[in-house]
Structures are given as structure tokens and as C-alpha cells.
């Protein structure tokens, strides 16, 4: 039998026709509250006590489990604070006749105590015993900050759309309403959906929001909508037998192959559905994909907002997306596998070669969606499967050839780059290759990174006017990883820098971004940090203050 750890409460299920949809696939709302009931569960083996769901992270769905297969879901507490505990999760499906496992999702919750009476709770600390539950128990920290400065965050994001709206609501091929996809569906609280503190059970909410979610976004997609991951929400208040539940969903925004569907629940006694006014007792996010007969991912046509509620609740989509895309670190924490090449200086041309060709096609993918514009300088993303990329574009006043002379130095990042603290180079390759050793400061208190990178230059052809500089690890026997270093990775990355005239030009940055380095843009991307921001600028003022021949003014 499995060995579990302390505390950690298992549920498995076998997949009734019952529990599926249209597609013969496990219900996603089923398996929220079989996720909601096992965290509970985890939640009071921990206090002693009753205790009820206060809010969800991000769940994403990686997997699909389907009628005849087998869930598992395993819950724990990984860190207690004053009342509140923070619930890991994990979800895996077994297939019956192989016995191949495959991950579904693993999810964090935060669930309060209820104290009896009057009495205060103060819950036990968690101890950790395993490495991983150390990691655990020191992120659970960094993820209720998150949660914290959510609300405060998201206000901070809508307030930075709203500068760029123009960008992202008046391109011609936004030809799509929201209007048809609007859904409403009510729910009478009977005694099987109560939990046993005698509220309406969490999950089975949830359950019902996914049901009304995955209504809306057929009407756009026009077929069965897969449900890819529900974003962070907390319940606002609770609501008992005898209450009628009133489920508004609407679409808010695309981003390419998926869509974001918005729920608000209301709460209504007898009283308060005779006179018409209702409780707000929870919102929610939800996220879908769709297939084709051929499996592919559907591309979602663009929202077109018309009304000031649908600018309002298209310019939330980008917000929350950006949060989501911050909160990716600190909420999987997900082991990387090194793809970095050893370095064979017998064959350095063709690696060389495929060091440029590998940036030029990060640069030429298609489906970058702009998250941020200030001034001179935009961040856009994109996102594909589990791969995130970055692209930051500076308009600088300065001409090309100057711009790519500093910006191909690597040795002179460290002077406006906050994220390098040194640059040697430690191999001149050729003329316009070589390899560089890279130290990097310390970020979310772990020790400090360090690189080694082959940085490739070329110059534009004729009839071109596009420099490029493409970076990538590269693994060198003579500079092994060191104890005072974490060993990180570059899996391609650079700068494209276009002329616009002879004294201006657009500074491009790309960078596919690994699990090592992206800390330093999490933040960011989350929106409770400006660091991409604030060294594009540095970036910008470090070659905009140099003299015609590359050199430094210091005045």
C-alpha cells in the first residue's frame, strides 16, 4: 500500500457515466467538488474542527479522465497561519486496464476554521519532513501574499489598460459580440447540496458555475467547450438550504485558443426573492479550449466590446490574465528539464547557426497579445502549451548600428541590466560569436544564478535593416556549476532591433522563458512588480546617453 504522509487524506472514485458530459469525459464541475469535499476533509484532520472553504487558487486541468478510469485526488495542509490553512492538491487518473498514471491538476485552496462558541482558534503549526514539503511550506507563504494583494493588484491592472485601450479594442478583425453568449440559470439549495455545517456545499457551487460556464462558451465556440483552468476566487458570503442560487455567465474576452467565461452567483431567501434583492455571494472566472472532429485546438474568433460593461469586463480578461501568468512560479513551482546543448567547438557553426534560426522563429511566431503599454515601451505574450514567451519592443532615439554596437556587448549589460550583476566572456568563438559567463542577483531568497551562453551577431544582409543578437546556455566543461550558484538556463532569447530612420529605431526583446529565470519576470507579468518596465527603460536611457561611437556620457 502507498506510503501517504501525516495528515494527507486520499479520496479515490471510479468515473460513472453519471459523472460525465457530452463527451464521455469526467465532468469538471463533478470533479470541483470531489477537489472542494478532499481539501475540506485535509483542512479539519489539521484543526480539529469544522472548517469551510474561503477561496480557490488557480486550478488548471492538464489532463482528461474519462467513464471507466480511476481519480485519486490527495490533500494536505501545507502551511497553517493564525485560522486559516493553506490545502495542497493533487489529482491523478489511472487507467484501469494499463495502470498508466497521468497528472489532472494540482490546486491550492485556503480554508478558515470555525471556532465553537466563543472560543479563539489559533490552528498548530504544520511540520515539514520531506525536502519538498520544506519548498512547499516556504512557497505557501509567497502564495498567501499573492492572494493578499490580489484585489489591490487587479484595481492596479485596470487602471493600466484603460491607457492602452485603443491598442486592444479597435483592431478591424474584432467582429465578434458577447452578447449571444450571455446565460442565466437558478438553483433551489435542498438538503443533499448543504455541507455539514449545514451551508450550501462549496463544490457543489462550483459545480453549478461550471455548468452555466461551459453553457456560455459553447455559444461562441459552437462545440462542447473543455474547461482548462478556473481562476483564483473566494467565496464572498454564505448561503443555506431554502436559498435560490441565480447564475449569471457571460463571455469577456479570446486570447486565441482559449476563452474566458465570467460567473456572479446571488443568494436570495424567501424575502429577499419576493422584493427582488439578492446576496453577492461569489464571482468566478473560468477558462475553456475547444477541438475541432479533429482534435485541434479551435481558434477563438476576438471580442468586439460595445456597451461600457463589456469594455470593462474585456479590459478584467487581460488583467486577470496577466496575474495568472505571474502567479505560474509561485503557484506550480515545476521542476525543469535542462535543454541547453553542450558546446562541441568541432561543430560550433552549425550551433551557432541554430542559435540565430532558433531566435528567428520565436520572433516570427504569430498569436503575441499585448499586456502592457507605457510611453516608449510594450510587453506582449504568448502562450503555447505550457511554454510562456515574452516580447518587449522600446522605441529609442538613437540609430540602429549604435543601438546593436551596446546591446551585442554583453559585458556591458550589468550597467543597465538590474537582472545581470557581472558579463565576462569567456571564449571568443568568432568574430561574431562568443560565450559568456553570466551572475545574476538573488531572487525569492534562494542563492544566486548564474549562466553560461553562447550570444551570436549578425549584422543585417543587403537590402535589410535588422540587426539580430540571439542567446541560448550552452553547457561548457570548463565552467562546471558551482556551489555558490544556482545553474539556470536561456532557452532562446535576443534583440531585433529594426531602424525606423537614420536616428530612431525599435529595440525588440524576446525571451522563451525557462522555470529558472522566471522569477525575475513573474512579478511583472502579475502585475505587483514594474521590473520589465523599469529596465526597458534603463535599457533605453543607457543607449539614448551614448556618444555617436558607442562610448559612455557620463554628464
Known amino acids: 500500500m502507498e506510503q501517504r504522509a501525516p495528515g494527507e487524506v486520499h479520496m479515490s472514485q471510479a468515473i460513472q457515466p453519471a459523472h460525465a458530459n457530452a463527451r464521455g469525459e469526467l465532468s469538471a464541475g463533478q470533479l470541483l467538488k470531489w477537489i472542494d469535499a478532499t481539501a475540506c476533509l485535509a483542512a479539519e484532520k489539521h484543526a480539529g474542527v469544522s472548517c469551510v472553504t474561503a477561496s480557490v487558487d488557480d486550478i488548471q486541468f492538464e489532463e482528461t479522465a474519462r467513464v471507466g478510469q480511476v481519480i485519486t485526488i490527495k490533500a494536505k495542509v501545507t502551511r497553517a497561519f493564525s485560522t486559516s490553512m493553506e490545502i495542497s492538491i493533487k489529482v491523478i487518473v489511472q487507467d484501469m486496464l494499463t495502470g498508466i498514471e497521468k497528472l489532472v491538476s494540482v490546486a491550492f485552496s485556503t480554508f478558515v476554521a470555525k471556532p465553537v462558541g466563543k472560543e479563539k482558534i489559533h490552528l498548530k ?20 501574499k499573492v492572494r493578499l494583494q490580489h484585489e489591490d493588484t487587479f484595481k492596479n491592472l485596470m487602471e493600466e489598460s484603460s491607457k492602452f485601450e485603443d491598442l486592444i479594442c479597435d483592431e478591424e478583425d474584432r467582429t465578434v459580440s458577447t452578447r449571444g453568449t450571455s446565460v442565466q440559470s437558478i438553483e433551489l439549495v435542498l438538503p443533499p447540496h448543504a455541507n455539514h455545517h449545514g451551508n450550501t456545499f462549496g463544490g ?33 458570503g454564505p448561503s443555506t438550504v431554502g436559498d435560490r442560487l441565480v447564475f449569471n455567465a457571460i463571455v469577456n474576452n479570446t486570447f486565441q485558443t482559449c476563452v474566458e467565461v465570467g460567473v456572479r452567483v446571488e443568494a436570495f431567501d424567501c424575502q429577499e426573492w419576493s422584493e427582488g434583492r439578492g446576496r453577492h455571494i461569489n464571482s468566478a472566472f473560468l477558462i475553456y479550449n475547444a477541438v475541432d472532429d479533429k482534435e485541434e485546438l479551435v481558434t477563438f474568433p476576438k471580442i468586439k466590446p460595445i456597451s461600457k460593461d463589456d469594455f470593462r469586463r474585456y479590459r478584467g480578461a487581460i488583467a486577470r490574465k496577466r496575474i495568472r501568468l505571474g502567479r505560474k512560479y509561485i503557484i506550480s513551482h515545476k521542476e525543469e528539464v535542462p535543454l541547453c546543448v553542450h558546446w562541441d567547438i568541432s561543430n560550433q557553426v552549425s550551433l551557432s547557426d541554430g542559435n540565430v534560426e532558433a531566435f528567428k522563429k520565436l520572433v516570427a511566431k504569430s498569436g503575441w497579445e499585448i499586456t502592457s503599454a507605457v510611453e516608449k515601451i510594450k510587453i506582449y505574450t504568448l502562450e503555447e502549451h505550457d511554454i ?24 556591458k549589460r550589468p550597467l543597465w541590466d538590474p537582472h545581470y550583476v557581472s558579463c565576462e566572456v569567456i571564449d571568443w568563438v568568432s568574430e561574431d560569436d562568443q560565450i559568456c559567463y553570466i551572475t545574476c542577483p538573488i531572487a525569492n531568497g534562494d542563492k544566486p544564478k548564474d549562466l553560461v551562453v553562447l550570444v551570436s551577431r549578425r549584422r543585417p544582409l543587403k537590402d535589410s535593416n535588422t540587426y539580430m543578437v540571439a542567446v541560448k546556455s550552452v553547457i561548457l566543461p570548463s565552467v562546471p556549476p558551482s556551489p555558490q550558484y544556482i545553474r539556470s538556463e536561456i532557452i532562446c532569447a535576443g534583440f531585433l532591433i529594426h531602424a525606423i530612420d537614420s536616428g530612431s529605431c525599435t529595440v525588440s526583446y524576446f525571451n522563451q522563458i525557462s522555470a529558472s529565470i522566471l522569477p525575475y519576470f513573474a512579478g511583472n507579468l502579475g502585475g505587483w512588480s514594474k521590473s520589465i518596465e523599469e529596465t526597458a527603460g534603463s535599457c533605453i536611457q543607457f543607449i539614448e546617453n551614448a556618444t555617436d561611437d558607442g562610448s559612455m556620457n557620463i554628464f
Request: hydrophobic share 45%; glycine share 0%; proline share 5%.
Open 204 to 236: 457543489q457551487i462550483m459545480a453549478w458555475m461550471e455548468t452555466v460556464a461551459t453553457i456560455s462558451a459553447s455559444r461562441l465556440c459552437r462545440v462542447h467547450p473543455l474547461l482548462k483552468s478556473v481562476d483564483m476566487f473566494k467565496f464572498r
Open 388 to 411: 510562456l514567451s515574452v516580447w518587449v519592443e522600446k522605441h529609442v532615439e538613437k540609430p540602429a548600428h549604435l543601438a546593436y554596437h551596446l546591446l551585442s556587448d554583453f559585458t
Open 125 to 144: 503549526p504544520v511540520t515539514p519532513l520531506t525536502e519538498q514539503d520544506h519548498v512547499e511550506h516556504k512557497l505557501a507563504s509567497e502564495r498567501r
